[in-house]
């Protein structure tokens, strides 16, 4: 058990919906990142965290938004769904946010778009 | 061409092989270096965490950076049926607040 919780684990939606996963770090990272990994791709990173502000952006989409609150849970956004956003989506969370911080990753929500 | 180039396999061993696991990388810059194993459906779970080059030991597991060739391999003995899983190597170079850079990831697959 990594001690990172991701909810909910599986999500099923229709195009054009919003969704929300939710993450908890462990207890006393400050930093949460997240990962879209779709089928036969590796880890494509979305965003990062640290201790309530944005610290690093990838390749996120202007339909997705992320936030960390107060208490240090993230929540990913999603909206206007479509096909090709099925995919597991990761959160991980660091002790403090560079790069040479290990992760540790949660089992993910599973995204599926009918 | 990719930061991080890792064949995807897969790789299929006998159960007791010594299995080798490789990434290429093009960033002279990478000075950390990590190894994750992700089981189909679950997260991808810390393995190995190295700093600069060399060799690091844990149990069956022996993580190796050489970085006058810009390459690193992770080295599984007496491996298992339960070692059957997705490998994925991951770097970062600063410290500071960027992406840490995964590998796609190498399938293996050991038969009893």
């Known amino acids: 058990d990594s001690g990172v919780t991701q909810t909910p684990k599986h999500l099923i939606t229709a195009t054009g919906q919003r969704v929300t996963l939710r993450c908890s770090p462990r207890s006393g990272d400050l930093s949460v990142y997240w990962y879209q990994q779709s089928l036969d791709q590796g880890l494509q990173f979305l965003i990062q965290y640290y201790n309530g502000e944005e610290r690093a952006k990838g390749n996120i989409l202007e339909r997705f938004s992320a936030q960390q609150f107060p208490d240090l849970h993230s929540e990913l956004n999603l909206s206007s769904l479509e096909l090709g956003d099925s995919a597991l989506y990761f959160c991980?969370?660091?002790?403090?946010?560079?790069?040479?911080?290990?992760?540790?990753f949660g089992d993910g929500t599973r995204l599926s778009i009918l | 061409q990719k930061e991080v180039e890792q064949d995807p396999g897969p790789l299929s061993v006998p159960e007791g092989a010594i299995v080798s696991l490789n990434c290429t990388y093009s960033n002279s810059a990478f000075q950390y270096f990590m190894w994750y194993r992700q089981y189909s459906r679950k997260g991808p779970e810390l393995l190995m965490y190295?700093?600069?080059?060399g060799n690091k030991e844990d149990g069956r597991f022996t993580a190796q950076v050489d970085k006058s060739s810009k390459y690193i391999s992770l080295f599984i003995r007496d491996s298992q049926p339960s070692d059957s899983a997705t490998y994925l190597c991951a770097m970062g170079n600063s410290g500071g607040y960027q992406k840490v850079t995964f590998g796609t990831g190498t399938k293996l697959q050991v038969i009893p």
């Open positions: 190295t700093y600069s080059s």
């Open positions: 991980a969370s660091s002790r403090e946010g560079g790069d040479n911080q290990p992760q540790h």
